[in-house]
């Protein structure tokens, strides 16, 4: 799974968000590390929803803007399952290897 698609999922886990509030939480999320464009969000919100790992929750008008909301679907929450236990594996696998490297001026076993 690509980054912007996990950051999305993860952002909508907590309940439907508009785009602004999507980009804001993804960014959080990351710490900092990802900042979504719009263009690559709506984008990738155009792709999930046709995935159907996404859904139009409601719209709203604001200050005279439509604001359209998102929510994950149960589709969505299982993929973004799947990824987290992929990415514990990995995580758990190095950190593994980690503690079993030899810390320097040691020799290896």
């Known amino acids: 799974m ?3 698609t996990f950051l999305i999922l993860t952002a909508l ?3 439907p968000q508009h785009g602004y509030g999507i980009i804001t939480d993804a960014e959080r999320i990351s710490g900092g590390r990802t900042r979504l464009r719009a263009g690559t969000l709506y984008a990738a919100l155009d ?3 046709a995935d159907g790992l996404i859904g139009a929750d409601r719209e709203e008008v604001v ?4 604001r359209r909301y998102y929510r994950l679907t ?12 992929a990415l514990r594996r990995r995580t758990e696998a190095a950190a593994r290897r980690l503690a079993a490297r030899p810390r320097p001026g040691t020799a290896p076993a």
Do not use: H, K, S, Y
Request: aromatic share 0%.
């Open 47 to 49: 792709r999930l929803q």
């Open 2 to 4: 690509q980054e912007p």
């Open 74 to 85: 149960d589709e969505g929450a299982a993929a973004l399952a799947a990824e987290v236990d």
């Open 63 to 66: 200050d005279g803007r439509l």
């Open 13 to 15: 886990a907590d309940g």
